[in-house]
């Protein structure tokens, strides 16, 4: 190596070198200790103990660990549907472009720039059986969110209205990359309307399709803060969702393996989750455009 | 009238042969007409229901407990009182501090992620040195890893050496740039044209002073995008605070409502009114920025 070439290699480290300490230490190194912590067993102030397997034994065996995973996949199964749809639609309606549609689209986004945390506390007061909004438009008098059956969809609700501009502004992005000479070639063929959006729109908008579901999915299996605001996970468990469960398990229960131990099934079930999904996009063809 | 059929886009590319009557052209004017009042009426619903609990949560933080008791949850407050205003500021409650701490929170942040992300993103484009690919494929990697996993190592690391309940505490995790800013900064400094460095190198200029001087410059759009994301995700920050603050004086304002709420239940205009003091500065930047956020959000995936 050149005096020169080893003079730009020592520059290159040193302007990592700040950035290289901060992957290392906050984002690669956890990925070991928390594999290590949950072969553990440490409840923070007596000394750790090695436990081997025996937290993923016992939270794979526990009913509350169940019912989070449970919880949390309808979340996401709520969710996920409802906001692709949604968000398609409005982004087919603003691609229209009638005058005014960029007002529109700058609402749809507000929510998503508000914190998750204060919209789920507002979200309680509407939600709230007495005093809130909601009961007061309807007249009525429903216990959203502390019904069993009622309050899952209640916070799910809130995830979708707080996400849905932000899934209307990818498909928008999406439609705009649609060269418009291949619709006027689909109406020059006789294709009507809807013929055009299921044989040439929506194939067309796979890769978007792929990556607002993939990070939907994501982040939806994490959901905290909302649950946090709106029902602390109440009632009986019923929006107990598995980031609650690492939460209560670690700051509450003081049970640091076992939710280390989540923390683990729940990044193992994320990859998995993940995966899929691109095994099912890769099978379907995806068209070129650029 | 904008309907009429001599107007319509469509009927310069028809073909004689295929060319409509008059009233069949009359017949699809008025179809346009009604589906675009259709899907206006559409559009209007979508803003009612997105913008209704903005609303009617800032109404309710101008009402005084009685009137809310009174008048209920969707009237408008009479008169106005800011009584649920003073009493967060410098009345029973002090919302003060939170603001402070949460804006010291974000402006530290800022200006770590900036600056080391920017010289991490400038090496991995423009200099060369033995395990660049590697490193940088590295770095990658580390965005699959999803936030809820570190958050339980990062909280024992940081208490091990006496950084729980500190302001460093809050930020550090944060303060050294991140992969996904280094991802986007390498994209954009990769298109900038590598004869403008070779003539400030020839000039005698430093690497700092080709960053600072020729890349930052030419940089401003997507610098301005990072800038928008982190002020987002930093002043919405709620789990990582939650976790690794204890006492009052380290609360940001996200952890500070939540502890109001849950000790103020069924104090709602107070409660509202802390709602809209977390929310307004966000609210405000959105708007005066909103083009570009919006451009941000779909070029970068913000979160």
Redesign the interface.
Known sequence: MSRL?RR??????L??A??????G???????F??LS?SLQQWN?ISPARWVGLDNFRSILSDPDVRNSVLVTSLFVLIVIPVQTVLGLA?AL??N?R?P??NL????????????????G??????F?PS???LN??LGQRIEWLSSTTLALPAVAAVAV?SQV??VT??F??GLNAIPAELY?AARMDGADGRRVFWHLTLPLLRPTTF?VLV?GV??S??V??TV??MTRGGPAGRTDVI?AR??HE??EAFR?GR??AL??L??VL??VVTLAQQLYFRRRITYDLS | MPMTPTSSPTRD?QTPSDRRTEPAARKIAARRVIT?AA??A??LA??L??????L??FL?SFKSSRQ??RD???SVPSPPTFDNYAALFGGRYDFIPPIAITVQVVVVVLAGQLV??V??A???AR????G?EA?FW??LA?L??????????????L?TVGLRDTFWGIV??????S?YA?FLLREYFRGIPEDLINAAKLDGAG?LRIIWHVIVPMSKPILATLTIITI?SH??N??WPL?ITSSEKWRV??VA??SL?SQHT?N?TL??A??TV??AP??VV?LVF?RH??RS??LT???
């Open positions: 070439a730009e290699a020592r520059t290159g480290y302007l990592l700040p950035s290289l300490l901060g992957v230490l906050f984002l690669i190194l956890p990925v200790v928390v912590l923070l409005a309606l603003l229209r009638l005014g549609s529109f689209r700058v609402v749809y986004v507000i929510p998503w720039i508000c914190a998750p945390l204060t919209l506390v507002v979200w309680r007061w509407i709230d005093d809130g909004a007061a438009l209205w501009g932000y502004l990818f928008l992005a006027e990556f990070t994501i982040s299996f994490q905290f803060d946090y605001a980031a690492i939460y670690a700051f640091l939710a280390a923390a683990v729940l990044f994320l990859v | 590319r675009n899907t206006y559409v559009l979508g803003a229901v997105t913008l209704g609990p903005y009617l949560s309710t809310f008791a209920g949850a969707l080391f992300s010289l991490a400038y090496a991995f200099v060369r040195f033995p660049r490193l590295l770095y580390t699959m890893v999803p936030q809820i996993v570190t958050l339980i190592p990062l909280y024992t690391m208490s550090l995790p944060f303060v050294f740039g992969p280094i690497t987002v002043w919405n709620f789990l976790i304002l996200t409502t939540a709420q069924g709602w409660v509202m802390a709602t977390a929310m966000l609210l959105f909103q956020v919006v959000i779909s995936g913000l979160k």
